[in-house]
Nanobody, 124 residues
Framework: QVQLAESGGGLVQAGGSLRLSCAAS????????MGWFRQTPGKEREFVAA????????SYADSVKGRFTIFRDNYENTVYLQMNSLKPEDTADYYC?????????????????WGQGTQVTVSS
């Protein structure tokens, strides 16, 4: 069992930046692949970014590639999502997820553990 807690969401103007954090507790963090997903009302949760257990491999949705960066600190048991050049269409609730596997995962159904989410609002 692992518990996840996101933080860092908020209101930002278009073109601005935010850094989301996801603190994990309960099991050995480095055993887990981690991902970020987002959801807006009435829409399916969508993949944003993912990282493997060591941080050596990452994957991004096309919509955020070049603007968002996922990275992790296994000593701090935390995964981050650095979001730059934010757009109004990035407005959503952002969730981090964990899966007990060494490989990267991009499908939400493959993740076993989820945080409660943090809200990001980008104004135009």
């Amino acid at each position: 069992q692992v518990q996840l807690a996101e933080s860092g969401g908020g209101l930002v103007q278009a073109g601005g930046s935010l850094r989301l954090s996801c603190a994990a507790s309960g099991r050995t963090f480095s055993n887990y692949a981690m991902g970020w997903f987002r959801q807006t009302p009435g829409k399916e949760r969508e993949f944003v970014a993912a990282i493997n257990w060591s941080g050596s491999t990452t994957s991004y949705a096309d919509s955020v590639k070049g603007r968002f960066t996922i990275f992790r600190d296994n000593y701090e048991n935390t995964v981050y999502l650095q979001m730059n050049s934010l757009k109004p269409e990035d407005t959503a609730d952002y969730y981090c997820a964990a899966d007990l596997t060494v490989i990267i995962k991009t499908i939400q159904d493959e993740y076993d553990y989820w945080g409660q989410g943090t809200q990001v609002t980008v104004s135009s």
